[in-house]
C-alpha cells in the first residue's frame, strides 16, 4: 500500500502561482511514477501531468504544456506541481497519483493506469 498526501493548494489571484506538492508513504521502496489529475466543479476528473521514477521523463497534458511543470525529490517520495500563469479555469481539486511501477503508463490519461490516490487539494484562481 502507497499513501498519498497532497498540499499547497489555496486561494490565488489569474496570472499567480501555486506550488502543490504530494507525499508517498507506505511501500515506496520499490519505485512508482507519479502524477497529478484535477476535477474542476460539474466535470469529470482529467489528467494534468506524470512523471517517472527516475524523474527522467515527463509527459503532460495540452492544458499543462508551457506553464506547469512536475518534478520530484532526490528522495524520489515527493513529487511536484509547479503551476504559473494560473487561470480561473484551473480552478480544480488537484490529486496526486501513482502507479506500481516505475515508467509511465503507456496511456497516462487513463485513470485505471494508476493504483494510489491521494485526497486532493483545492486550488482556485480568481479572474
Known amino acids: 500500500q502507497v499513501q498519498l498526501v497532497e498540499s499547497g493548494g489555496g486561494l490565488v489571484q489569474a496570472g499567480g502561482s501555486l506550488r502543490l506538492s504530494c507525499a508517498a508513504s507506505g511501500r515506496t521502496f520499490s519505485g512508482f511514477a507519479m502524477g497529478w489529475f484535477r476535477q474542476a466543479p460539474g466535470k469529470e476528473r482529467e489528467f494534468v501531468a506524470v512523471?517517472?521514477?527516475?524523474?527522467?521523463?515527463?509527459y503532460y497534458a495540452d492544458s499543462a504544456k508551457g506553464r506547469f511543470t512536475i518534478s520530484r525529490d532526490d528522495a524520489k517520495i515527493r513529487v511536484y506541481l509547479q503551476m504559473n500563469t494560473l487561470k480561473p479555469e484551473d480552478t480544480a481539486v488537484y490529486y496526486c497519483a501513482s502507479r506500481s511501477l516505475q515508467q509511465i503508463p503507456p496511456t497516462p490519461s487513463v485513470e485505471s493506469a494508476y493504483d494510489y490516490w491521494g485526497q486532493g487539494t483545492q486550488v482556485t484562481v480568481s479572474s
Open positions: 512523471i517517472s521514477w527516475s524523474g527522467h521523463v515527463t
